[in-house]
């Protein structure tokens, strides 16, 4: 799953810069650059917790080190295109890669495990129906648990948690016609389709299951007497 754009100087520029236009630059938005950057630290913090559960799966010595640029690939692309109430930006952000390595390199260039493991962030996507096939089946399904885990960490954290609610519904009232009532009613809506759900996928993540329905919880409750004064 080794990424293109490795080695070659010019093209990363040219791919970061790519991605910053894509991405809202106001530090008040959730879905920016720092977004991947924290993603890529949250994923280097735990790594030798992801790397025994990886030798663990796979019964032999596993480094994710050696993979770093398949995560740092899908990080930097899968929130590239973020439109408030939409349902596709997963396929949307995938879309938009594979249209910049099209246009840099070809066609032929597009890693498509980078392209599928984007759509994977979605919640309630179906992993386990992945048929990539550039890694083992159990490899790359790992690999986009994993991902998919550090994506929606923040709801472990319930400061994190709040902080990141509120660069959302700042995002949506800068780039929606809705009021503040409404952003506020469908972030309600969609904590109460999730609240339910066990969010992380693998064992490393998996014990913060608990934690973070606590936190949706206290969420569901606070924007409940929030609308109330509307």
Not at 112 to 128: H, Q, R
Not at 173 to 178: Q, R, S
Not at 186 to 205: A, G
Request: glycine letters at 4%; proline letters at 1%; hydrophobic letters at 35%.
């Amino acid at each position: 799953m080794r990424c293109l754009m490795k080695g070659d100087l010019k093209v990363k520029n040219r791919e970061i810069n790519s991605v910053l236009n894509l991405y809202n630059v106001n530090p008040n938005y959730y879905h920016t650059y720092c977004h991947y950057l924290d993603c890529m630290n949250k994923f280097e913090r735990n790594i030798n917790s992801l790397n025994f559960e990886m030798t663990k799966l796979l019964q032999y010595p596993f480094d994710l080190r050696w993979d770093i640029d398949f995560f740092n690939e899908v990080f930097l692309w899968h929130d590239s295109v973020y439109i408030p109430g939409n349902s596709n930006n997963e396929e949307l952000s995938a879309k938009e890669y594979k249209r910049f390595v099209t246009k840099v390199k070809g066609e032929r260039f597009v890693n498509f495990a980078v392209y599928e493991a984007i759509l994977s962030t979605k919640i309630g996507y179906d992993i386990e129906g992945l048929t990539e096939t550039t890694k083992s089946s159990k490899e790359f399904k790992m690999f986009c648990k994993i991902i998919h885990d550090i994506d929606w960490l923040g709801f472990a954290n319930y400061e994190e948690c709040v902080k990141n609610e509120r660069k959302i519904i700042n995002e949506a009232l800068a780039f929606t016609n809705l009021t503040t009532r409404e952003v506020k009613e469908k972030r309600l809506e969609f904590y109460e389709s999730i609240v339910d759900k066990d969010l992380y996928l693998t064992e490393t993540f998996g014990c913060y299951n608990e934690i973070a329905r606590e936190n949706i919880q206290k969420r569901i409750k606070k924007l409940k007497e929030n609308l109330k004064c509307f």
